[in-house]
């Protein structure tokens, strides 16, 4: 009897340990999983501007249009910190920035329905007729990229990428950059549970236009869906 008193502790002892470590299975070692990320692009390499003369780091400077669209594939999935603060996703510098140029009246207190659905299509409108006629104007100057974005009348915005942080480089003529949405430990010990990451290249086709391709995947968590990389191409005419 005594002796099966001893078994039963020892497998209590046991199923407990199992399934605090099973409880500990959402909360992964994220610097690992970040690390087997399966990127896209195989031989990548930090960016350099000795790079940027040669057929591994395009110059992608030119103007475009629809800039707003443009504007919009750099850097925006936020702050995700390693160790001592650092952030893995490259930062993008707002250096001069204008309210965009969209019209529409604000709505009555007693506002009805129709009035909101006619208000809304109406800056749908106006957003898409703006974005539509904005232009990118896209420079490297030192390290940096710097993209302005103008409908050249009363918009203006002006930012800038340090090319030299995290997550920039080049492969195969392609202006990469990469980022990470989710997976960073917090004060408490504790983390999010998933990762997805996302890879966007930007290439200067024979035409002189603009191609920027996006990937994204669903890299870990318990609601991932995803096996393989999202792909989406999008082209950017030169105007000159």
């Given at each position: 009897m005594r002796r099966c008193k001893v078994m039963g502790r020892l497998w209590l002892t046991v199923l407990f340990w199992m399934f605090a470590l099973g409880g500990c299975a959402p909360f992964a070692d994220y610097k690992m999983l970040r690390r087997t990320v399966p990127w896209v692009a195989p031989q990548f390499v930090p960016w350099s501007a000795e790079r940027m003369a040669s057929s591994i780091c395009p110059d992608i400077g030119g103007v475009y249009r629809r800039g707003v669209a443009l504007n919009n594939e750099f850097p925006g999935y936020g702050i995700v910190y390693e160790d001592g603060g650092i952030n893995l996703n490259p930062v993008v510098v707002t250096l001069q920035a204008s309210k965009e140029p969209i019209a529409v009246p604000e709505l009555p207190s007693n506002y009805t329905k129709e009035q909101w659905i006619a208000m809304a299509k109406e800056r749908t409108r106006q957003?898409?007729?703006?974005?539509?006629?904005?232009?990118?104007?896209?420079?490297h100057e030192a390290h940096s990229l710097v993209i302005r974005v103008t409908d050249n009348e009363q918009y203006n915005r002006v930012a800038s990428i340090d090319l030299r942080?995290?997550?920039?480089?080049?492969?195969?003529?392609?202006?990469?950059?990469?980022?990470f949405a989710g997976g960073q430990d917090t004060h408490e010990g504790k983390a999010p549970r998933s990762i997805r990451a996302k890879e966007t290249q930007f290439r200067v086709l024979p035409n002189g236009n603009l191609e920027a391709v996006n990937y994204d995947l669903d890299w870990y968590g318990e609601n991932t869906r995803a096996t393989d990389w999202k792909k989406r191409v999008f082209i950017y005419e030169r105007m000159k």
């Open positions: 957003q898409q007729a703006f974005y539509a006629k904005s232009i990118a104007y896209v420079s942080q995290a997550g920039i480089g080049c492969s195969n003529g392609a202006l990469i950059i990469r980022q």
